[in-house]
Every structure is written in C-alpha cells, then in structure tokens.
C-alpha cells in the first residue's frame, strides 16, 4: 500500500528553477521504488508572474497550495531595481505571506560545516549547529505605517509583536530539539534595549527550562552572538531568536559555514494543519540566472529537511550523506548546476 | 592664550576605571606643553553608583554633565544576573539616557585592521571602514510596552520610530564623511520587509544623494552586510544605518578587525548643542576586572576621536600613529593594561 505526497513545487524566479530541478531529481533518486509516491502540483508564482499578470499570491493560488501536504521552494525575486518591481514587493507579498498564512512558525535553519569546504574563516572548529527562527511574529508582521509620508516631517513606524502564545510553540520546538541534540540552548535577543520584546522571550524560555532541567539554557544578545559565530562558533548548538535577528545570523551562519549556496531551510508549521515549505536560504540571484552556475546543495539539502519532516528518516539521511560524500570529494574545477545534481542523485541511488 | 575643555570622564563599571586610567595618561602625553588645558571632572556612575545609592542618572547628574564640552566613558553595567541589579537596566537608564539626552545622533564606529593584528578571517584583505550609526531613534527609543504581563495571553510590542528629520541628518553627516574619504556610501538596512521603517532611510538616502554626485551609493539588506562583513569587508567604506542594525554591524565588525578590545566609538552631537561623549565599544567585562587583562586601546583610540571632534587633529593623529606602532611592534608575551597605556603614551611623546 503505497503512501502519496501531495508536493507544491515553486521553481520561482532567476536560479529557483535551476536549483529546483536538481532537488527534485534527487528527491526522485532519494524515494524511487520505496512506499511513498510525490503527486506534485507546479506553481508559477515569483516575479516572472508579476510582470506577466500583475499577480503575487491570489487567494486561488494559496487555496490551492494549502491543500498540498508540502512545498517545495526555489527563489523568488526578480532583479534589484527593476522599475516594474517597484511596487510589487515579491518577499512581502509572496515568500512572506506564504509563512504567515500558513502559519510556520518554526524557521529552522542548521548550520553545519562540511570537512572540505573552505570557509571565510581562518580558524572555524567544528561547527554544528540549528537556528529555531520564530517565523510569524517579530518585526516582521508588517505593523508599520507612516505619516506626511515623503515630506520633511514624515514619521515611520514600524511595530514589533511578539504574543506568549506565539513565543511560547517555537520556544517548545527549541527545546525539544535541544533534547534530541547536545542539550544546549541559547536565547539570542536585545533584552537590555528592547525590553518588552525581549522581556517575554527571555520570560518563556525561563519558563520552559523548567520543563526541560536537562537542557544547559544561556542568552547573548545579538551584536554579542554575531561575535561569537566568528570567533567561536563551535559553542552553539540550538540556537532560538525571534524572526529579524534570526534572519540576521543565520545569513551570518551561512557564510561562516562556506556560504549560502549550501543552507537550507525549511519553513515548518509542527501542528501539521498547513503545509510547511522547504527553501534554500539563498535568493534568486538573477545576476547568474540561466547559467548553470547556481550550486543545487542547499536546495537539495532542502529536501533532505522535507523528507525529515514527513517521517522519511532513512531518506533524508541518504540525502545528506549524498551531500557530505559529495562535498568531500570535490574537486577543485567548476561543475554546472545540473552535474552537482547529477554527482549527488548518483550517490544517492549507489 | 590657553583654551579650557571642560572633560566629563565617567570611568563606570569592571574594566572601565582601568582602561580610563590608560585613556587619560595618554590624552595628557598627546595635549601636555600644547594651548589646550583639558579641566575634567569625574562623574561615578554606573551599576556601583546604583547599588549604593539606588540612583542610575539624576538630573542633576544630567545638568552637571551638559555643562561639559565632552564627556569621556568607560563601560557601564555589573555583573550579568546580579539580582540586585535586576530592575536597574544600566544600559537604558544609563548609557542610552545621555545618548538621547544629549541628542547624540551620530554613533561613530571605525573599523580598521591594523597590520600585525590577529583576526579570525583567514584572507580579511585591507579593512578600513566606518559605520555612521544612527543614535537616537529606531527600535532603540523605548517605545514598547505590554499587555497581560506575564500570562498566557501577553502581546509585547516595541515599535521603531524614524523620523526624516532624524534620519536625514545622520545621513548628510554620513555623506560627509564619504566625501572625505573614499566616495563610497553603503546603506544598510532591511527595506523588503520593514518597508516603512526602511523606506524612509531609503528615501532620505536617495534624495540626499542628488547633492553628492560624486558619492557612489549602494545598498545591503542587513542580513546580506553581515554576509559581506566576513566574506569581503574591504568593500566598505562609510556604512550608514540605523540604531539597531549598527548595534549588530560594529560587533561583527569589531570581531574581524581583532576584536572589540581595539573598537572606539564617538556618540557625537554635530550641532554642538550637547557635550558629544567617546566610549570604547566594548562593555565593563566584570569577569576579568581589576586583574589589568583589559587592552585599554578601544579607549585610547576613543581619545583620539574626541581629540578629532575638538579639532585638535594633530593631537588625534599623533595618539593614532601611536596606537598603530604599539600594534606594529606588540611581541606575543602578554602585557597588562597599564603596560599597554604607558607604552602607548610614551611613543605619544616621543
Ligand atoms: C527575502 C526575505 C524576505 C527573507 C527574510 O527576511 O526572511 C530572506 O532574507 C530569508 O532569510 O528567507
Ligand atoms: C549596552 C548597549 C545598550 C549598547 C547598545 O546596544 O547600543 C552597546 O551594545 C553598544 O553598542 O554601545
């Protein structure tokens, strides 16, 4: 009896389609002749859309995509500039409005560097580590407005919410996946400035430590962990933030881990009522778009995190050895998009 | 004919008194047998002062400080968890008092890597950059508060205000400066999400912008600046941004030049109207105080920038030229912080 996987693929804009169609080739190698069978269901959403019918995410669109079990994402954005962007806002619109109307919460981005891969840094270590980034709350709600707006006394604002009842569910998913880890788990905020927004955070982990007395809890406001991710980074394990600081260090993390091109991401929503989307860090670059020169890991590490999350344990695994033998045995001349994808589904299926 | 400068010297908490101590030889190495006669009075201030008296900046403090011409600090804040300090918040009650009191809206961070200094990147190329940091508004004005604290149900807010008279003052000065230096001005911000917030530096920037033709202006998302802070810190030159995100910005940037042990900071009032105040940009680090483990040079380098701010730019270059060779000519056997200090005042005085 086999199992089917309704997946929402958006290939989206520049190198999300390149870098898409290598994930899924080892998402096909990963789960070819096993139990479950990936029904998918393509979505022309992105910039290219928006030049083309003036549309960003339609109700039809999110409708549609809410009825799938899971999505897959590329890149979306168009080129930085574009006049015709201008009053599109793709992240807004789109890549954000798919988080909050979907409700995913948890926005965990590992960190990991792989033996190999060069990196900015002259020392690294051994780094390991999983940011829990709150996905639905934060700066990021769009609670900003302005007044005489484009004039000299033009006031704008823009409002951080943070509720006990959002804070609190990824707060949980912290510390349940510190448990499984090494069980350690730092706070990153700015309590001794924002002191509201910070208060309920560091209030809530306080709280929740007391649930988990195995798990070795300490806090570092942000400008000191942006510090240690370069002197020291190998002192992280689970890292849990709110959405702004944590899109601050896991960019951060990315680099210090030899680049963007190989993080991953995946947009979870635990409680299993909306879908959740997997994601490379990355943008869509447009600038080498259509080149064959986009690395597919983090998209293809993105997969791996997919298949985590449906209970593909096995498959996931093979996916990230693919990725680690793959990154190993590099050598130093260039490879196009499709040939990393090839390399890695190869090992995939050896 | 002698000109008095009234010197506020704040010396605070753990390693500030030390570093101070240091700071203060080498300002009268740099100004001694000169027409400027520096008349300092000391303010006790900090977590110390709050635990004897219960008071962390009165108004008559306030008043005595504003009567100075410029106001030299060392680092405030007590042990981190020291209950008794609990409802104190130094930092809020303190430092970002006079910051705002004193209209401080220039927060001055250069970052440079001096040859011979150790950082924690392995090819970081030629460093040398400055982020004018906003200093007296966006997320840092306290403008938060909560709701059905503590329970269940509690909604925490902290709203960024921006104003276009305050953030286009701070980007003229921004622009300035690039016209003094290399014609190179990066905004930094996070306008695809905090689109009100970021949309007036955005505006302000571009407008501005029109006056300086010969400046060449980009921008970076926030998280893509950090990204660039360690893969290619040598594109920066000025850096202008906000309160927060130049919280972050000099950390990281301290971090990669050889740590925060070496970065100074000026919190500048251009207009005059206040006493502007220089502070290294590292905290009071009670753990190692006392135990002269302190490198007083970010509080060196602080004086040189408040002898700048004075126009007493030989003076300034001269304790630069200084701290440089010291740098230079550092052997690897450890020094202690007056060690350090007297070393750097005597080449001052050479
Ligand atoms: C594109 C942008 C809205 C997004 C974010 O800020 O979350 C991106 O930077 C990310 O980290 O996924
Ligand atoms: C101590 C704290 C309030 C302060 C800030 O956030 O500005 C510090 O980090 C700094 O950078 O001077």
């Known amino acids: 009896m086999s199992r089917v996987v309704k997946l929402a693929v958006i290939p989206g ?14 998402l096909d190698a990963a789960t070819s002749g096993g139990d479950v069978r990936f029904e998918r269901t393509r979505f022309s959403l992105g910039a290219a859309r928006f030049l083309e019918t003036g ?19 590329g890149a979306v954005g168009g080129v930085p500039g574009d006049p015709r962007l201008k009053d599109a806002n793709i992240e807004r619109g789109l890549l954000l409005k798919l988080r909050f109307e979907l409700d995913h919460y948890v ?4 960190s990991k560097l792989y033996p190999g891969v060069p990196g900015p840094l002259a020392a690294p270590g051994d780094i390991d580590f999983v940011v829990v980034r709150e996905g639905t709350e934060g700066p990021y709600v769009g609670n900003g407005g302005s007044i005489r707006t484009g004039t000299p006394h033009e006031v704008a604002n823009e409002t951080s919410v943070n509720t006990a009842f959002g804070v609190e569910r990824v707060v949980r998913y912290a510390f349940e996946l510190a448990e499984r880890r090494s069980k350690k788990l730092t706070l990153v905020h700015k309590t ?22 195995d798990v070795a809890v300490d806090y570092l406001h942000v ?31 990315g680099a210090v881990t ?26 869509s670059a447009p600038d080498i778009a259509g080149q064959q020169k986009a690395d597919p890991t983090a998209a293809i590490l993105s997969v791996s995190l997919l298949l985590d999350h449906l209970g593909l344990h096995d498959e ?6 693919a990725v680690e033998d793959d990154i190993a045995n590099r050598g130093t001349a260039p490879r196009t998009t499709t040939e990393i ?10």
Chains 1, 2 share one sequence.
């Open 13 to 26: 804009d520049g190198i999300g389609p390149e870098v898409i169609t290598e994930a899924e080739k080892v």
């Open 55 to 73: 549309e960003t995410l339609t109700d039809t669109d999110l409708d549609a995509i809410r009825s799938h079990d899971a999505i897959l994402l």
């Open 258 to 283: 030899g680049g963007i091109g190989l993080a991953a991401s995946g947009n979870i929503n635990p409680d299993g009522a909306f879908p959740s989307m997997f994601e490379p860090v990355h943008g």
């Open 316 to 321: 996931a695994q093979r996916v990230t050895a």
């Open 107 to 110: 926005n965990l981005r590992p």
């Open 223 to 253: 400008d000191a962990a942006t510090i240690f991710l370069v002197t020291n980074p190998g002192r992280f394990d689970v890292i849990v933030t709110d959405n702004l600081f944590g899109d601050i260090l896991t960019d951060l993390a």
């Open 341 to 350: 994808g090839d390399a890695i589904a190869a090992r995939v299926s050896a």
């Open 192 to 213: 001794n400035v924002l002191v509201h927004a910070g208060g309920i955070w560091k209030r809530l982990v306080d709280e929740v430590a007391l649930e988990h007395p």
